[in-house]
T-cell receptor, first 110, second 112 residues
Framework: KNEVEQSPQNLTAQEGEFITINCSYS?????LHWLQQHPGGGIVSLFM???GKKKHGRLIATINIQEKHSSLHITASHPRDSAVYIC????????????FGTGTKLQVIP | NAGVTQTPKFQVLKTGQSMTLQCAQD?????MYWYRQDPGMGLRLIYY???????DKGEVPNGYNVSRLNKREFSLRLESAAPSQTSVYFC???????????FGPGTRLTVT
């Protein structure tokens, strides 16, 4: 079993829909990172969080440390949100160890 | 600020050839990383450098070497390329706190 599991693996949504991507992990962490990878391949940081909730524009990230679970929400989705969303955890046991999920591929249709 | 830059963007090698992937960051970060990304798998750590002058193996170091030339630059060398090294390679650097990683644009490498 992977240390970081994302669901769903693929997601197709209509423009305007509310989207949720989930990330579950099985190790102790000091922080969790949500990343966005566009079709061109570049990877951009969206959020870094260790507790609670963060919001940036239409994106909201939450984390529940006790349940070892994080969610990324996109409100009023738009075709430009189409990308792969990657969850990564910074393991608490090792300063440099980051474990990545395999990503959720999102397509938003106009 | 350019952030993290990588060269080249694309490369095709024949089996047995060597090459060096270059990475530089202008954010004064201590930590730098090399990852590979393969279809259906998460990013995997090849090597990292916690500070200038130090390097350590990650999850998949076989067939690679690295050099932390100075605080800005971290290069990845393939001494004798193999088809299994066909992948997309990402360099990243990281804040000391809050540990946020910044990625380069990637190098798409094909070994035939």
């Amino acid at each position: 079993k992977n240390e970081v599991e994302q669901s769903p693996q693929n997601l197709t949504a209509q423009e305007g829909e509310f989207i949720t991507i989930n990330c579950s992990y099985s190790v102790g962490i000091s922080a969790l990172h949500w990343l966005q990878q566009h079709p061109g391949g570049g990877i951009v940081s969206l959020f870094m969080l260790s507790s609670g909730k963060k919001k940036h524009g239409r994106l909201i990230a939450t984390i529940n440390i006790q349940e070892k679970h994080s969610s990324l929400h996109i409100t009023a989705s738009h075709p430009r949100d189409s990308a792969v969303y990657i969850c990564a955890v910074l393991n608490s046991g090792g300063y440099q160890k980051v474990t990545f999920g395999t990503g959720t591929k999102l397509q938003v249709i106009p | 600020n350019a952030g993290v830059t990588q060269t080249p963007k694309f490369q095709v090698l024949k089996t047995g050839q060597s090459m060096t992937l270059q990475c530089a960051q202008d954010m004064n970060h201590n930590s730098m990383y090399w990852y590979r990304q393969d279809p259906g798998m998460g990013l995997r750590l090849i090597y990292y450098s916690a500070s200038e002058g130090t390097t350590d193996k990650g999850e998949v170091p076989n067939g690679y070497n690295v050099s932390r030339l100075n605080k800005r630059e971290f290069s990845l060398r393939l001494e004798s390329a193999a088809p299994s090294q066909t992948s997309v390679y990402f360099c990243a650097s990281r804040d000391d706190t809050p540990y946020e990683q910044y990625f380069g644009p990637g190098t798409r490498l094909t070994v035939t």
